[in-house]
């Protein structure tokens, strides 16, 4: 199923098999991704491809900086011929929700949909409603813009699993996209492989790989040499933690495994923390590089036995 499904978003989004497979480790695990890249790489596709791939219903949200939490979360709207307050259902009430340029939206707006992320819900005048599962932020960004943005504080980025990086396409792959084109063959023609129900179960399976403590202790080490890096102003959380445990469960899953290796968590490690930590000013003036750092601070890490 896994396969099969993995090789019908890459009819769609063309090459980059990699970022596919970091998209269904979040997809199965329960996370959240945060899509960066230059204007035209596909993101907004690849969330689309993916949504009509599994049969899920899936909503967008284009983000600017007028963009109200109500827009999000939905607001009471009053019914005069009944007399009553009535839900009107905001633009997170869908199952794969594609937050469109998030950073162009103010900090007010952003934070709605923490409660979502976090817990599944969404609460308005007091009363919770809870959100179509299986749910899941797939967020978007562009990583050279800086005008009119608001860059995510760390509350939200904490909130999203991995951040997974979409650069331009190789030369055969924007060729064989140009085709797909001419074709008539784009996201809008996506036909579905498995069903929400399906994501489901295979999330509980997930869930159910194996994972013995000593790796666990490993994910957990990788999080302390961060915290103890002087040149981050902050190492990575608990939640990172916990979303690298089940990102590395998600990986062995993928590889058709019921148990994790030591490898699913130094694979992972990168993409689950690297969008969480933050070069102190001093490391920014000597131009250090965050990825470099963190690759090297998980290399130094003892594996376990």
């Known amino acids: 199923m896994i396969n099969k499904l993995k090789k019908h978003i890459s009819e769609y989004f063309v090459g980059k098999e990699e970022i596919i497979e970091e998209l269904l480790i979040c997809l199965f695990s329960g996370g959240h991704v945060l899509l960066e890249g230059v204007p035209g790489v596909g993101k907004t596709t690849l969330a689309s491809t993916l949504a009509r791939s599994v049969e899920c219903d899936f909503g ?98 904490d909130r999203f699993m991995m951040k997974i990086t979409i650069d331009y396409p190789e030369v055969s792959e924007e060729l064989r996209m140009t085709r797909n084109m001419l074709g008539g063959k784009t996201a809008d023609t996506v036909g579905s492989v498995l069903t929400a129900d399906d994501v489901i179960k295979l999330r509980e399976q997930t869930a159910a790989v194996t994972i013995k403590d000593d790796v666990i202790r490993y994910a957990r080490d990788i999080a302390e040499m961060t915290r103890n890096e002087k040149r981050f102003v902050l190492g990575a959380s608990p939640r990172a933690v916990l979303d690298l445990v089940k990102a590395s469960q998600a990986r062995a899953f993928l590889e058709g495994r019921d148990f994790v290796k030591p490898d699913d968590v130094k694979a992972e490690a990168p993409l689950v923390f690297g969008h969480r930590l933050t070069l102190t000013s001093e490391a920014r003036i000597a131009k250090e590089n965050k990825d470099d750092i963190l690759q090297k601070l998980i290399r130094k890490t003892k594996l376990p036995l």
Do not use: C, W
Not at 83 to 98: D, K, P, S, W
């Open 60 to 157: 967008r949200i284009q983000f600017t900086p007028d963009t109200l939490p109500s827009d999000v979360m939905g607001t009471e709207i009053f019914n005069m011929k009944t007399g009553e307050f009535e839900y009107r259902e905001g633009a997170i009430m869908h199952q794969i929700v594609l937050a469109d340029e998030i950073n162009r939206t103010s900090p007010k707006t952003q934070s709605s949909l923490l409660e979502a992320m976090a817990e599944g819900q969404t609460t308005v005048s007091g009363v919770k409603h809870k959100l179509p599962q299986p749910f899941m932020v797939i967020a978007t960004q562009n990583p050279v813009e800086f005008m009119g943005t608001y860059p995510l504080p760390e509350a939200q980025i």
